[in-house]
């Protein structure tokens, strides 16, 4: 993290949005919270987290919330990269995937867009995690709050987050 950026951070507290704060607890990871980082400016996209961490943009995982055949589905997807929703409709097997509208994030999740932490959610859903996460050592991931991240090896975002790991990235040219 840059100086300014940790400064910043420190300035403002830390923490995570108390729902994700209680999930992490629930999930034995209470020492998580200690990590988050709370900064002044909004990480609502993963360029902003990027550059308020201090990290490669790749190393921020999205979680972003799809609609196959109207059922949500959660992907993580690293911050430098696109979802190919017809990876995802075949891995799936679904007819139609697209992206959530942000009312069905809030109600699957309990967060609004920006802020959606990779577990913790309301309800129950399906997460599919790309491979490209697991390039990294740790990723910075929303801790329930546009304002708020945490770092995490992506080995125990996918494990906590229960998902499966595939190739959903949009191909690069």
Do not use: N
């Amino acid at each position: 993290m840059t100086t300014t950026a940790a400064a910043d951070a420190d300035a403002e507290g830390s923490g995570a949005h108390p729902r994700f704060a209680a999930a992490l607890e629930e999930l034995g990871l209470g020492e998580l919270t200690a990590r988050v980082r709370r900064f002044p400016d909004a990480t609502r996209t993963a360029a902003e987290a990027a550059a308020a961490v201090g990290c490669e943009l790749s190393e921020i995982c999205k979680s972003l919330i799809f609609a196959a055949d109207g059922v949500p589905v959660l992907v993580l997807m690293d911050g430098a990269s696109r979802v190919d929703v017809e990876l995802v409709r075949k891995e799936l097997g679904a007819q139609k995937v697209t992206r959530a509208k942000a009312d069905v994030v809030r109600e699957t999740t309990g967060y609004a867009i920006g802020g959606v932490p990779p577990f913790g959610h309301r309800t129950r859903t399906r997460v599919l995690a790309d491979r490209a996460l697991l390039r990294h050592g740790v990723v910075w991931a929303a801790a329930g709050d546009p304002h708020a991240v945490f770092p995490i090896p992506p080995a125990a975002l996918v494990e906590h987050a229960g998902a499966t790991v595939v190739d959903v990235r949009e191909p690069t040219a």
